[in-house]
């Protein structure tokens, strides 16, 4: 077995030209001739400074998120990213950005 390092769109056109056996992605591909099955559920975490107002709680609804700067996942990068940033509107506001990265890893950084 060889890994293979790649945003999710090489992924998936990695799959559709046979240079590939299996992929692991955030989001079901929406391409032809493909079929998905969940692995596993992953929750999606918020990373803040310790003396932040919100670092004490548990629980934070991500409406509350609303006047916070975001560092966020580049919309054009995956289908993940996306679905992160309509999360946000549907809870009714778009993220404050201040930076957007590529990958999650970057993001503490």
């Not at 946000?88 to 590529?102: I, K, N, S, Y």
Request: with cysteine; hydrophobic share 45%.
């Amino acid at each position: 077995m060889t890994v293979h390092e790649q945003s999710p769109a090489l992924q998936i056109a990695a799959l559709l030209n046979h240079t590939t056996s299996i992929s692991l992605i955030r989001t079901a591909p929406a391409a032809h001739g493909l079929t998905n099955m969940l692995a596993w559920r992953e929750e999606v975490v918020l990373a803040l400074p310790r003396a932040h107002p919100l670092a004490r709680r548990k629980r934070i609804a991500l409406r509350e998120l609303a006047s916070e700067d975001h560092i966020i996942l580049d919309p054009d990068s995956s289908d993940f990213a996306r679905y992160l940033q309509k999360c946000c509107v549907d809870a009714g506001f778009l993220p404050r950005v201040t930076q957007q990265v590529m990958d999650a890893q970057s993001m503490p950084s």
